[in-house]
């Protein structure tokens, strides 16, 4: 295809949806106490709308998911054979079925306040229902409604050319990752999450470029940033703060790829193939006329007002029904053993030496907080409020925020997501972002303070 063959319709069709989906997904609104991005805006209306019945709601999601697994279980799936969607999110393996029984046991008894109050306590199971699904519940409907906005109409395609040039040397990830990251870091880690997952089902990822996205380039929002710096009470000092985070995790972003376990996962595509995705510029074409070529050519494949919102609506009860549960499972059950036990105290009790060298002070109080961001990214930054050293919660929240790996949100999305990750994986993952980190974080911290 040339230029010439381009129609004025062919030129709308790309940039329109192109121009609506980069501002309800990249583009910065400033609000009270930050910044967020039109959906996370919009998200926040339905939130505080719907503030006093989104448990119930979730609860009720919970509980039906957990039935139509089960009926799909027991039925052996033919049941939902004239619905292939329904097939594929309710017959699931049977480990994943337990886990959405349990996810929808926890809601009820989190709800309705049943049983030990370590279940459903303001630190535990109510932190998830009543906070953080709340949440998710908003984000995923508008994320997933507008997300082929970003994916179907050419933005990626155009993108991915221009970025290829830095993100295959560096990361040895496809350009078209770039969106994700940048969606993450604007907006919120969940939606780069969900944008990895459909871009890796609809065959533009491999299991290894997938994994490697979803683990390295998911990161925590500019807004959370502020809120994790807030906590230690270093808010004057967020810009240093917010540089040697970014610093950090560039230096992890480099080095994660390129070891295992991610470096091991392999190379092929969703549906089998191994031939990785040309991104080479053809003979007769520039960076930007090649990227919107592919760009045009993507979006004239999008031809019906129905598929776009029927591709949507099942992005979101993907989400709602898929992620949710294994997001109130396994959360609950990892904040349950970090205020309940002294699991992640203990093990935490090697990094004090490690920590006295590196000469921070208080650093046996610091100790606790090096693992316990595993269960919650807020945790680290609550426990290290009380540590009177300025050096110290400094370190505490940059690290929390370059782990990235917490199951209560992003660990727990990517566990249910078609993301090719293993709680194995997530666990090894996070050990190794802790060890290239923290040296880094530890020396600009000496150097500020």
Not at 26 to 33: E, H, L, R
Not at 177 to 183: E, G, N, P, R, V
């Amino acid at each position: 295809m040339n230029k010439q063959s381009y129609t004025f319709g062919d030129h709308i069709k790309f940039i329109i949806p192109s121009i609506i989906g980069i501002f309800l997904f990249m583009t910065p609104i400033k609000v009270d106490g930050g910044y967020t991005i039109p959906v996370g805006l919009l998200a926040g209306w339905i939130e505080d709308g719907l503030s006093n019945q989104l448990s119930l709601i979730m609860m009720i999601i919970l509980v039906i998911t957990a039935i139509l697994t089960a009926i799909a279980s027991f039925g052996g799936g033919h049941l939902f054979d004239k619905t292939p969607f329904f097939k594929k999110l309710f017959h699931v393996n049977t480990f994943w079925s337990i886990t959405r029984i349990l996810a929808a046991v926890l809601g009820i008894m989190t709800f309705f306040e049943i049983g030990p109050e370590a279940i459903w306590g303001d630190s535990t199971g109510g932190q998830l229902l009543n906070g953080l699904l709340h949440s998710l519940f908003s984000i995923f409907l508008f994320a997933g409604l507008f997300l082929p906005l970003l994916m179907n109409f050419g933005l990626m395609e155009l993108f991915g050319t221009f970025t290829t040039l830095i993100m295959r040397p560096l990361f040895k990830l496809p350009g078209r990752s770039s969106i994700d990251s940048l969606a993450s870091w604007i907006g919120d880690g969940t939606i780069g999450v969900l944008l990895t997952s459909k871009q890796y089902e609809d065959g533009f990822y491999t299991k290894r470029e997938a994994a490697v996205i979803g683990t390295t380039f998911s990161v925590v929002s500019i807004t959370f940033t502020l809120v994790v710096i807030e906590e230690v009470g270093l808010q004057h000092m967020f810009v240093p703060f917010y540089l040697t985070v970014l610093l950090a995790g560039f230096v992890a972003a480099l080095i994660m790829p390129r070891i295992p376990p991610l470096s091991k996962k392999p190379d092929t595509y969703v549906d089998g193939s191994t031939e990785l995705i040309d991104e080479s510029i053809p003979e007769g074409h520039h960076v930007f006329s090649y990227g919107y070529e592919k760009a045009i050519k993507r979006s004239r494949k999008e031809s019906s007002l129905y598929l776009f919102f029927k591709q949507g609506g099942e992005n979101v009860l993907d989400m709602w029904m898929g992620v949710s549960s294994v997001v109130m499972a396994f959360g609950t059950v990892a904040l349950i053993i970090a205020e309940y036990t002294p699991f992640f105290q203990w093990l935490g009790v090697p990094f004090i030496p490690i920590l006295e060298w590196m000469q921070l002070p208080e650093a046996a109080e610091a100790s606790q907080t090096i693992l316990i961001g595993f269960a919650d990214m807020f945790l680290p930054a609550v426990i290290g409020s009380s540590i009177d050293a300025e050096i110290t919660r400094f370190v505490i929240a940059a690290l929390s925020v370059t782990q990235l790996i917490y199951l209560s949100e992003v660990g727990g999305l990517l566990l249910g997501s078609k993301i090719p990750v293993n709680i194995k994986d997530l666990m090894i993952i996070f050990l190794l972002r802790t060890a290239i980190t923290l040296p880094i974080i530890v020396i600009v911290a000496h150097i500020l303070f």
